[in-house]
C-alpha cells in the first residue's frame, strides 16, 4: 500500500479534517476537553506510519520505528480519555486523575520493555496494549459523544459511529497485521471510518443546525432583556400571549399537542426529552433533544438567533438542573442570555422559585430580574 494510492490520500486527508474540525470546535467554546481532543487529532494527523514518511524521504531506523509507532497510541489514548472526561463531568475527578495516572505509567513501562526488547520483536505482544488502550479511547470518547454532544440521528451521527468503528479495527491491529489478505481490507476500513468520522465532525462543527432566516417581529409589549418568572400564567400577564410571535424559540417540557395548538407555524421549538432525537414536526419545527446535550442546545440557540428568533422561553429549566447540575444549566443560562440580548432580543425564564435553594434562587433573581 503506498502512499500514491487513492486510499493512502483518503486515510491521510480524512486525519487533518478531523484535526481541522475539532480545532476550531475549540477555538468557538474555549472549552479544556476540545482543547485535549484537538491534540489529540494533531498527534493523529501526524501519527508515525511509514506510508507518510516514506514519501517525504524521511526513514526511521527500525529498533527506533519499534518504539516511536507506539508512543502516538499512547499520547493519543491518554487524551481522547482526558477530553471525554471533561466532555461528560466538565472536569477530572479524583479518581479520573488516578486512572490517567495508573495509564501514563503502564504506558511508560511499556514503553521501557520496547526499548529492552523484552518481547524479542514479537509484533503482536509489542502492539497489543498500545493498540488496545487507543481502540478502547477511541471507542470511549465515541460513546461520550453520542451521549453528550450528537444526535443519534443525521450526518453528525457519523463523527462518534465513524470513531467508534475505528476503535475497534484497532483492536484487531495486532492480529491482522501480517495477514496478507486483510491487510489491504483494513487499510481500506480504516479510510472509511475515518472519512465517516471527518464527514459527521464537519457537519457537527460548522452547520451544527440550519434554522431558516426569519424576520426578527417582536411585538412592542415584550421589551428587551432578560426576565425570570415563577409560572406560565406570569409569563402571559406580563408579556401577553408570546405564543403568536413568529420569532419564537421555545426550551420547553410541555406537552407536543399543547405546543403544536398554541405555537405560530413558524416558530421553533427544543422539546426536551429522554425519549427521542430529531425533528418530530415541521410547523411548527419540533426538534425532540436530549437533558444531557446542553452544549448542543447552546449552539442550536445561538444560531437561531442569528436567524431571526428573538424572544427565547425556557420552561425546561427544573429539568436541565436534574440531569446536568445547577451550575452547568448556570453557565448555560447565561451564555444563551448573552446571546440573546446582543442580538436585542428577549429571554424568558419560568422557574418555580420553591423548587430551588436560597443561594440558586438569588443568583438567578440576580441575572435575571423578575418583573
Keep these: 500500500m503506498t502512499f500514491h494510492d487513492p486510499i493512502s490520500y483518503i486515510n491521510f486527508f480524512s486525519r487533518w479534517v478531523l484535526f481541522f474540525a475539532v480545532f476550531y470546535k475549540a477555538y468557538q467554546t474555549r472549552e479544556k476537553s476540545w482543547t485535549l481532543l484537538t491534540a489529540a487529532f494533531f498527534i493523529n494527523a501526524l501519527d508515525v506510519e511509514s506510508y ?171 421589551p428587551p432583556g432578560a426576565f425570570l418568572c415563577p409560572s406560565r400564567e406570569k409569563v402571559s400577564e406580563k408579556f401577553g400571549a408570546i405564543e403568536e410571535i413568529p420569532s419564537l424559540l421555545m426550551v420547553t417540557r410541555e406537552s407536543l399537542d399543547s405546543i403544536v395548538e398554541a405555537v405560530h407555524p413558524n416558530a421553533l421549538v427544543f422539546w426536551v426529552t429522554r425519549v427521542m432525537e430529531g425533528q418530530i414536526h415541521q410547523s411548527p419545527e419540533i426538534y425532540a433533544i436530549s437533558p444531557t446535550k446542553i452544549d448542543i442546545l447552546t449552539d442550536l440557540i445561538a444560531k437561531a438567533v442569528e436567524s431571526g428568533y428573538r424572544v427565547v422561553y425556557i420552561d425546561a429549566v427544573e429539568y436541565l438542573i436534574v440531569e446536568n447540575g445547577f451550575e452547568n444549566v448556570l453557565k448555560f443560562l447565561l451564555n444563551v442570555k448573552d446571546h440573546v440580548l446582543v442580538a436585542g432580543g428577549t429571554l424568558i425564564l419560568v422557574v418555580d422559585p420553591g423548587t430551588l435553594d436560597r443561594t440558586q434562587r438569588r443568583i438567578l433573581e440576580r441575572e435575571f430580574p423578575g418583573e
Design 52 to 222: 507518510i514518511f516514506t514519501p517525504l524521504g524521511i526513514e526511521i531506523a527500525h529498533d527506533a520505528y519499534r518504539i516511536a509507532s507506539k508512543i502516538p497510541n499512547f499520547f493519543m489514548a491518554m487524551l481522547l480519555i482526558w477530553g471525554g472526561l471533561h466532555l461528560k463531568y466538565s472536569t477530572s475527578k479524583f479518581k479520573h486523575v488516578v486512572a490517567i495516572s495508573v495509564i501514563l505509567v503502564l504506558s511508560y513501562v511499556w514503553l521501557f520493555l520496547l526499548a529492552a526488547n523484552v518481547f524479542h520483536d514479537n509484533f503482536l505482544i509489542e502492539s497489543t496494549f498500545p493498540s488496545f488502550l487507543y481502540g478502547t479511547a477511541l471507542i470511549y470518547f465515541g460513546m461520550v459523544l453520542r451521549e453528550k454532544e450528537i444526535s443519534s440521528r443525521g450526518i453528525d451521527s457519523l463523527f462518534p459511529v465513524g470513531l467508534m468503528l475505528l476503535g475497534a479495527l484497532n483492536l484487531t491491529y495486532p492480529f491482522t497485521r501480517y495477514l496478507h489478505w486483510f491487510t489491504p481490507v483494513g487499510f481500506l476500513l480504516g479510510a472509511l471510518f475515518r472519512i465517516m468520522a471527518a464527514v459527521g465532525a464537519v457537519k457537527f462543527v460548522f452547520i451544527p443546525f440550519p434554522p431558516a432566516r426569519i424576520p426578527a417581529v417582536v411585538r412592542k409589549n415584550i
